[in-house]
Each structure stands twice: as C-alpha cells, then as structure tokens.
C-alpha cells in the first residue's frame, strides 16, 4: 500500500510540478512591484466608484436608486455637492482612465502568480482551503468589474443582467477579496521588495538579469530558461502597455483639441459640427416625436401630490420670458466621457421652484418625455435645486436646444452625472 | 490555541481574517445573486478560467511557437532579446483588441443611433496603431543591430555580446 499513498502525495506531471514553470523572471520581487502598483491604484478605483453612486443621490428617492437592496454597503452616502462643476467629470474620467490603465498591469501580475493556481498539493489545511477561496473572489471579482465596466462604456451590454447592480456588488465581493488578500500578502510583499533593490534592478540588463531564488510563494522557478527579457523589461512591457491605453482613451474626458487623439475611445471622435458636442442618447434612439416637442408642448410646474395648489404650466415662450441665466458647465457621463463646459442659457431652477409656490423646496422629481427607461425620471435635491447655475435651459452655445440635446427644455446642474440632467423635460414636481 | 492552529492550518486571526471577508462578500452576493445566479456564477467562474485556463495558455504557447520557430535564424539577429521586438507590438495590439474588441468588430447595436458616432473608425484606428507599434519596433531593431554592429567593428576580439546559451539547450522561456 505504501507506494501508491506516495503516489497521491506527489505532484503528477504538468503544471502541478514546479518545474513545469520556467519563466527567469516570475518571481516574488517582480509579483511584488506589480502588485504594488495595483495595491496603489485599486483603492483609487475603488473610491471614485463609491463616489460615483453617491453622485446619483440614491438615498435621496427610490427614483434615483438602480441599486435598492444596498442596505448597509450605502452606509457612506452623502448628499452629492455641486461644486466644483467639474467634480463628476473627473472622478468618471479617473476611474474610467485609470481602470483600462490597470488592465496591463492585472495581466502581468496575474501572469506571474499563475504558477500557485496548480501547486501541489492542492488544499493542505482548512485554513488554505478558505485563502483559495478568497482569491477565487479576488481573480473572479477583478475579471468580472474589468469585463462589465470595459462592455459597458462601449454600450454592448451583454453581461448577466443590468450595469449598476452588478458593478456595485461585484465592487463588494472583488473588494472583500481583495482586502483579505493585502492583509495576508502586505508582509510577504515588504520583504520580497526589500530582497532586491529596485534601482538597482532598473540597472539590470538581461545579460546581467539572472533568476530570483526559488521561494516558498511558488513563483519563483526551480528550472528556469535562459532569460529572454530583464525584470526591468517586463515592467517596461506592462508600463507601455498602461501608457498605450491611457494615450489612446483620456482624451474622450480630456476634450477640446486633445479629443481626436482618444483613437480607442467610445467617445474619441468629435461630433460632424464643429459647434456640437456629445450625446449618449439622441431622441429618436428614446423615441422623442417632434409632435411631442412642437407648439403643443408644456412644461407642468407642480407640488408633491394633495397640496392646494394647482399645477402651473408654461410653454417655451413663457419660460422664455422668465429672467435668463447663462452657466457654464461640462456634461460628464458615468462612461467616462465628457464635454468641455458648454454656456447654458435658461431658467433657474430655484425661479421655477417659487413660481410653483415652494420657496424652501426639499427636491424635485423631473420627468422627461421618454417612454420609460431607468433615467426617464429622476430627483434633484434641495443643493442641486438652489444652486444658482442649475438651470431649465433652453438654449445652449447662443442656440436652441438641438433636439438631440433636449429640446424644448433640459435639466442642467453642475457636478452631476450626465444622466441626471434630464432631457425632453416634461414636468417639474416640487416638494417643500 | 495550539491544537486550533494544527487543525486550521494558521492562526486565529486568520480565521477572523476569512470570516470578515466571506462575511462581506456573502452580504454582497446576496444581492448580486438573485437576479440571475446561474448567469452570474457562469461570469464568476467564466472570468477565472477564461484568463486561467485559456488567455495565458494561448498566449504561452503562441510566445514559446515564436521563439521556436525562429530558433535557427539569421546570426545577424541578437542572441538573446531579439523576440521582445516581435512580442512588444503583439501584445500591446493584442491589449487594446482585448479591450474594445466589441467597438472595433462593431458589436453594440445601438451604439450609432444612440451617439451620433459612426463604428466605422475603430477598426481602421486599431489597425492604424498596430501598424505603427510595429514600425517603431522594427526601427528601434534597427537601431539595435546598427549599434551592435557598430561595437562589433569597434571591438572585434573582446566578444560584445553575451554568448548565450549552447545551441541545444532548451529555451522555453514562457515570458
């Protein structure tokens, strides 16, 4: 019996076999540097995604919440400021940017830890058998944000389910991996960082480059090839790669002059007038009907529902010769992409919300001419209502409203997410 | 404390450490899951073995096929590094097909009629910057054999180069 019981114990050839892995340069330090780079850049990630559902106010009204069973994983919600104007577009261009950034860097790390997948034996206590559970999380849970947030900029929604739900609890299940993960790691990481100087291996050719010792980590080969690139080589490799996707995306957040050079960006390309910008709907994609936007269109000014006053209604002449605001404002959508500021014309928010008959309003549910769809209706809150650049506007750069960016009459306020200035504005309810 | 720790394989804090993490996750899935469970786990699981089992097997053995195939080339090329000029451009254009291959296949749809913009370009732009990735390759090559050359002439007897392994040795470098 005794052979065959050796015989389970020890590896079977393949990858299980720590000589089967021979790459020269996998080892602890160059894992260590990778994933120093991502133990920098992952909370990065991971705050301005926080930040971005916190823009859309979802605590304000079951409105404006795509993600109703957060419970406590909302615990951090604010109310979402105004200013700066350009808050939104750049914790969108942030996380956009720097998310396909990492992509090369997940690669090559993943990469390098690939050996610890097959080692042998496969589970050797309880307490190894949760740690690979827990990476199964980290692995699946950083493919499965990078997959869903990478389809989902470029609007091919195939991932199981809507956008907003999956992003944010996958967020959870990657995150809690991932925690776990720098708690058992961070010291093996700090040592394997000390074993080798970092300059010093950036002095390192690949004549010069020879393995790192075999470690207990697994990484590190016991047969290595001869060499075919340094260690320096390989994190220039994975910095290119980064550089390459952040060149060929940031000018869709960037905008003006740098734009056309996003070649690789959904919204890289500008728009066939020079004096337009970009749209993520126009309104025959939402089935707007011009019969909806003519003469016979009315904006409804109302109060929540069983108050005495009676609706007022407006048409675009009359919200025409209410007193004028002009604001300056960029449109930055929860993709990434954004437009420079645009000089808005129209009526304030808060004008509208008086004419109603709140002088002190709470928020406002805004509804839009579109048919149904999750951002047909949304509410504001009282700092989004007051602040004296959030306009009904009518006009933008010296011109009507386009249909496309909303005419007759748009929602516009400062720092928030693009999709929370609602177009084809229908009806204003305002609650005191 | 003791047999705790030969049992469980680490120490309590450990344990601790699992449980905090499982605890959150479970919270999440929780509400991740029900939805769509199957289509989510497929997801989960389609991720890790997707890269796992099939990205970098794929990607290994078309880098060791390279280097074999090129093995017994011209002495003009540099013993050792050579293959990072071909691997470069490769992966880099192989990175940014990964990334907006639905746009440059001309996947989502609706993409057009929501934004104005045409699908057309992606493909053109991907190509377009393979292309140049590949022209800057093959001039800093190049460079490189110029400048190899140059020290050959210059120092023809101390030997400039590293001799490299024997011509029968393996060299399967996956990386």
Known sequence: MKPRVKSLISSPPGPARRSFWRSPVRGPWLTSVLGLALLASIPVMFVTGLLSYAAYNPDLSPVNDQTPGKGWLGFYLFSWPTHPIWLYRLNQGVHVTLGLTLVPILLFKLWSVLPKLFEWPPLHSAAHALERLSLFLLVGGAVFEFATGILNIQTWYKFPGSFYPLHLYGAWVFTAGFVVHVALKLPVMIRALRSRGFVKELRTNLAATRPEPPDAGYLAPVAPAEPTISRRGVLAFAGAGSLLVAALSVGQSVGGPLRWTALLAPHGQDVASPDDFQVNQTAASVGIRASETGAAWRLTLGTEAGASTAPVTLDRAGLLRMEQHTASLPIACVEGWSTDNQAWAGVRLRDLARLAGVTRPSSVLVKSLEHGGAFSQVVLSAGQIMDPDALLALRVNGADLTPDHGYPARVIVPASPGVHCTKWVASLEFRG | ?175
């Open chain 2, 1 to 175: 404390m003791r047999r705790f720790s030969r049992w469980y394989g680490a120490g309590p804090l450990h344990l601790l450490t699992m449980l905090g993490c499982f605890g959150l996750a479970g919270y999440a899935a929780a509400e991740l899951l029900p939805n769509n469970p199957i289509g989510i786990a497929v997801w989960f699981a389609g991720a890790v073995i997707g890269h796992d089992l099939l990205l970098v097997p794929l990607y290994t053995l078309a880098d060791r096929s390279v280097s074999g195939v090129f093995r017994h080339r011209p002495p003009s090329l540099p013993t050792v590094g050579w293959i990072n000029y071909l691997r470069v451009p490769v992966a880099l254009s192989g990175l940014l097909l990964l990334i907006w291959f639905p746009l440059i296949f001309r996947l989502p749809a609706r993409f057009s009629a929501a934004t104005t913009l045409p699908l057309s370009p992606y493909l053109w732009h991907w190509l377009g910057v393979t292309g140049a990735l590949f022209l800057l390759s093959a001039a800093a090559l190049a460079l490189r054999l110029g400048a190899d050359r140059r020290a050959a002439r210059r120092a023809p007897e101390s030997g400039h180069r590293d001799p490299g392994p024997p011509a029968g040795s393996p060299r399967r470098a996956e990386g």
